[in-house]
């Protein structure tokens, strides 16, 4: 856990901004390139080898070229005194699941909502991405009403077709019986540790929409 006004590398921590499975996300200032930025630390034991960290790496740099109106902009990835973490654009506002919980949304509304998550969604697969944490938690709803999908933390490439299923399940676990995601917007195929694509990200829209 880091505290406020520690610095973490070229960063200072300025705020906690939650707190998950994968790690902590801070609000932190970018002292190299004067920003305001969003630093989610990933919890050690989920990449703890070699192979992991590397994997970890290059997802979140293969999402970093994502470019959209509705995706939040990942400015990079390091490691720090062995915590990895990921910087990005820091997005003011309050999560689609504040919103649901703060006052029912209309029709209009929650289309409006939909629609941008789908063309976002729809993004990120089209250069490869599953990002398998769809939920509203991780939408964010912007004082001028945009909308944003954060985190990228679980985000792996689709699995080649010769990649055997067993392998496939080995990438998103991190040690035997622990699946990565959030059981309640989990596709059963994530849930059992199965092979996932982008019609698990279909199953977590869906959901988030819909409950």
Known sequence: MLTIGQ????FRIEAKLGEGGMGVVYRAFDLEFDRVVALKIV???LFGSPEGRSRFANEAKAASKLHHPHIVTIHDTGCVHGLDYISMEYVEGETLQERIARRALGIDEALRYAIAMADAVS???SVGIVHR???PGNIVI??????????FGLAKF????NVTEFTATRTMCTREGQILGTVFYMSPEQAEGRVVDARSDIFHLDRSCTK
């Open 43 to 45: 919890r050690q034991e």
């Open 142 to 151: 912007t004082a001028g009403q945009n909308v944003k999908l954060l985190d």
């Open 133 to 135: 944490d769809l939920k």
């Open 7 to 10: 610095e973490f590398g070229r």
């Open 123 to 125: 993004a990120v697969h």
């Open 158 to 161: 689709n699995d080649p077709a």
